[in-house]
């Protein structure tokens, strides 16, 4: 027999789940005019990990570019799982532009590509066998076809997709298998200024440094070249500074970002602390000094020559009730964590972040930062990206299946 308790709980679970199914319907609804382009695809399984891929392919003869997408799989228990690659082609931005009345798709509710002058292909290319869920999955800025993974059973693979075939082989065999890690783990960042070194970061509280150069083809098995343990706390996150081979940042779960330099034997230089666990770290690609911190509850600004004081902190301008929007921002646009986070290539002050069902695009220049956000997933957000060509371009993936491209409007 059901009791009080019980029914006033499942009748609270229920009209959480009619509220965002309201909510989504008047996104959906309204998404015409949001948006300069939207297209959803909903994938076999959930993608914990989204990457534009540094290709691009121009059409001479249409006004659309083919753009590469880093996919992975978190797939049901018993299910295999993949490492995937997607093509999908979109309206170039500089030949065309979107009409919400022509374009716009009412039963699919998107815009973008639906006429046999916009098409809007979005197709799987490669399937490669990976042990276990993608946790996350990257490729190497200096050659797009070799790309690292970390795999919920704790293992760190590096494959070449040259060397499998489009079709998955039912055998798993990664090129490279990066031994060392205990545990699972989402860190992985290439260093961008020095070819085949990666760094990766696991709850077994280890960053490790890995160095491709060292690989020997007479076995598949490669060992860290440098390691940091941080006092038995899970490590949630790590990157390298864009602009320094050896400098890198690592985000703890008690809080900490520590600002690391391997070339020393104790690996930390200063340490910036948070009042909860940091979730993601990202440099911005223009300002050698300048990187982002995000926990569930707040996203913050700091620089490498001040660390203990953000230069930004989205929560302490909530509590002090600054302004963070020139426009109405929904309730549930609030708190305005950051569990994943992408800085934009083309403008040194806008960054896209995530956090629970939610994205918001940033511009840092404004005294109004946020400038849009995007409540399209229905679902906890696992990983965004902003793309390298696109100087407004995004992808969103969620736990609701669904892969999200999207530009908001200029108009807004």
Not at 264 to 270: D, E, G, W
Not at 375 to 394: E, Q, T, Y
Request: proline share 6%.
């Amino acid at each position: 027999m059901q009791s009080e308790s019980d029914a006033t709980r499942l009748e609270g679970i229920s009209f959480l789940e009619n509220q965002v199914d309201e909510n989504y319907f008047h996104w959906k609804k309204n998404s015409r005019f949001l948006y300069d382009l939207l297209v959803t695809r909903t994938l076999l399984w959930p993608s914990l990990s989204i990457e534009w891929l540094s290709v691009v392919e121009k059409s001479n003869e249409k006004p659309i570019d083919k753009y590469r997408l880093l996919l992975g799989t978190h797939a049901a228990e018993g299910f295999p799982n993949y490492l995937q690659l997607a093509d999908i082609d979109l309206p170039d931005a500089e030949r065309t532009s979107l009409d919400p009345v022509k374009h716009y798709n009412e039963e699919l509710g998107e815009l973008g590509g639906y006429s046999p002058q916009h098409p809007c292909r979005f197709q799987l290319i490669q399937r490669i066998m990976h042990n276990g869920d993608v946790n996350r999955a990257r490729h190497m800025p200096q050659n797009p076809n070799i790309i690292a993974s970390f795999s919920s059973c704790g293992e760190v693979y590096v494959f070449d997709r040259t060397k499998y075939t489009s079709m998955p082989a039912e055998d798993f065999c990664p090129n490279v298998h990066l031994q060392g890690h205990e545990a699972e783990g989402f860190g992985v960042s290439w260093n961008r200024q020095c070819n085949g070194k990666l760094l990766t970061a696991a709850n077994d509280s280890k960053v490790l440094e890995w160095d491709l150069q060292a690989f020997s083809q007479s076995s598949n098995v490669l060992f860290p070249v440098s390691s940091y343990h941080n006092r038995a706390i899970a490590v949630n996150d790590v990157e390298y500074n864009p602009f320094h081979e050896n400098l890198y940042i690592a985000a703890g779960d008690d809080g900490s970002a520590l600002l690391c330099d391997n070339r020393t034997p104790s690996a930390v230089l200063q340490s910036a602390q948070l009042p909860s666990s940091v979730y993601s770290v990202r440099h911005n690609p223009h300002i050698a000094s300048l990187f982002a911190l995000g926990t569930e509850s707040t996203l913050q600004l700091r620089d490498y020559r001040k660390l203990q004081v953000p230069l930004l902190d989205t929560e302490s301008m909530v509590a002090e009730n600054k302004p963070l929007s020139s426009k109405e921002v929904s309730p549930l646009a609030t708190p305005f964590g950051a569990t994943s986070m992408s800085w934009s290539w083309s403008s040194p002050s806008a960054l896209v972040s995530a956090c629970r069902d939610l994205c918001y695009v940033w511009n840092f220049e404004s005294d109004n930062p946020l400038v849009f956000v995007h409540a399209g997933h229905r679902g906890l957000i696992n990983d965004v990206d902003f793309s390298p060509f696109d100087s407004k371009c995004i992808a969103s993936v969620a736990d609701d299946n669904e892969l999200h491209i999207w530009k908001p409007s200029v108009s807004l």
